[in-house]
């Protein structure tokens, strides 16, 4: 590490952020696991709608007059890019963010209504990040990284000093990984202040660089990322982060798509919490047990909520999906009068709601005097669809 992060750092990072960011308040105890007492830390309530702004407008804050005048550049895939738009726009300094291609438009949107000039590049963040470099190498900005610089780290740390404050008997502390910036600030502050306190980290299964950096015992970087949560969709993690987390981090997990949909569902229904992605990975990790946090006063940090609605749909249905809540039955049946609505009012009496019914007639392999039946409903959850199920089986039919 070249430059070593101290304690004094991140206190005077929540001096300086004293009247900029907002100090969002826990939410809790929650119902999210019922063997656990769960608190949230929504920075997805923050000013630019995630926790990014922190480390960013602590770090422009901290260039000389010279370095602002440079103007300053830096990659994101959508969050760490508005943090730095405004905080530069608040300085009166220029501003040059790479995004990837496919940060959602809601985030790129976002980043020019703050001021900042923005460069699309094609593939994921790395892409973005080696277009940041060379155009930094031309024109002399001062790079602004989204993780992997001492004073950005102090300025996500100011996030654990807040918990601490708030809630000083906190047991664990569950929190969303990408580059590490956020959970390396974070753990170094309240290990230094609390070291009993547990500090799990959580990533996508689609992109979990520092799990596997951490369990080789170095920085790995992964060939390909995919995962709905943009934000931490990270191909290599960063050199402080990874010494951080190596020295702070208790444990790392991953949590699935489906886990992952299924929490934003939860927030949404049961917070009235919009979440995106990366945010909710820490409240998928509680919910689905992949952290050991039974029995613990535990903070889940919803780190952002910049989630592009049109995807948000696509999101839902996966997590109806999920819980049990939406489910696909196929039936085989006699294709003859009658024999739908007996399926149909099967399902009705077990308070099944149907959806949607498609008949597939055709279908090589099948007698000619039988379809296939396909039903969307709408469920309670998974004990439900299985009532169903026998329901149908009881009454004669065969579902497939």
């Given at each position: 590490m070249t430059e070593q992060l101290t304690i004094e750092e991140v206190y005077n990072a929540s001096r300086v952020l004293q009247d900029v960011v907002r100090h969002s308040r826990l939410i809790g105890p929650t119902k999210l696991n019922p063997d656990s007492e769960i608190y949230l830390k929504p920075e997805n309530?923050?000013?630019?709608?995630?926790?990014?702004?922190?480390?960013?407008?602590?770090?422009?804050?901290?260039?000389?007059?010279e370095e602002k005048k440079r103007g300053v550049i830096a990659c994101s895939a959508g969050n760490h890019a508005q943090g730095v738009a405004f905080g530069a726009t608040s300085n009166g300094i220029y501003s040059l963010i790479c995004l990837p291609a496919g940060a959602p438009i809601s985030k790129v949107e976002a980043t020019r209504r703050l001021g900042a000039e923005v460069c699309m590049v094609p593939g994921v963040y790395d892409d973005a990040y080696e277009r940041a470099v060379q155009l930094q190498k031309e024109k002399g900005y001062v790079m602004i990284h989204p993780f992997d610089d001492i004073k950005v780290i102090a300025g996500q740390g100011t996030i654990g000093l807040e918990i601490l404050e708030e809630l000083p008997d906190v047991e664990a502390i569950v929190v969303p990984i990408g580059g590490g910036g956020l959970i390396a600030g974070l753990a170094f502050a309240v290990k230094t202040l609390k070291p009993d306190v547990k500090i799990y980290g959580v990533q996508a299964a689609g992109a979990p660089s520092m799990e596997q950096s951490l369990k080789q015992g170095k920085r790995?970087?992964?060939?390909s990322v995919a995962t709905v949560a943009d934000g931490i969709c990270v191909k290599e993690p960063g050199v402080n982060t990874f010494e951080l987390c190596q020295k702070y981090v208790d444990e790392v997990v991953t949590v699935t798509e489906d886990e992952i949909a299924a929490a934003i569902l939860a927030l949404i229904e049961r917070q009235k919490l919009v979440a995106e992605g990366a945010g909710a990975v820490s409240v998928a990790a509680a919910m689905f047990n992949k952290v050991p946090i039974k029995g613990k006063k535990t903070v889940c940090l919803v780190s952002g909520g910049n989630i592009d609605v049109t995807r948000l749909n696509r999101v839902i249905t996966r997590g109806?999906?999920?819980?049990?809540?939406?489910?696909?039955?196929?039936?085989?049946?006699?294709?003859?009068?009658?024999?739908?609505?007996?399926?149909?009012?099967?399902?009705?009496e077990q308070g099944g709601n149907i959806l949607s019914v498609v008949h597939e007639r055709n279908v090589a392999g099948t007698p000619i005097a039988s379809a296939l039946i396909r039903i969307e409903l709408e469920t309670r959850n998974a004990d439900h669809i299985q009532q169903v199920r026998q329901a149908l089986t009881d009454a004669g039919y065969h579902v497939v």
């Open positions: 309530l923050q000013h630019t709608g995630a926790f990014k702004l922190r480390g960013a407008y602590y770090k422009i804050s901290q260039l000389t007059p790995v970087h992964l060939d109806l999906v999920k819980t049990g809540r939406n489910t696909t039955l196929l039936i085989d049946l006699s294709d003859s009068p009658g024999e739908l609505s007996g399926a149909c009012a099967v399902i009705g």
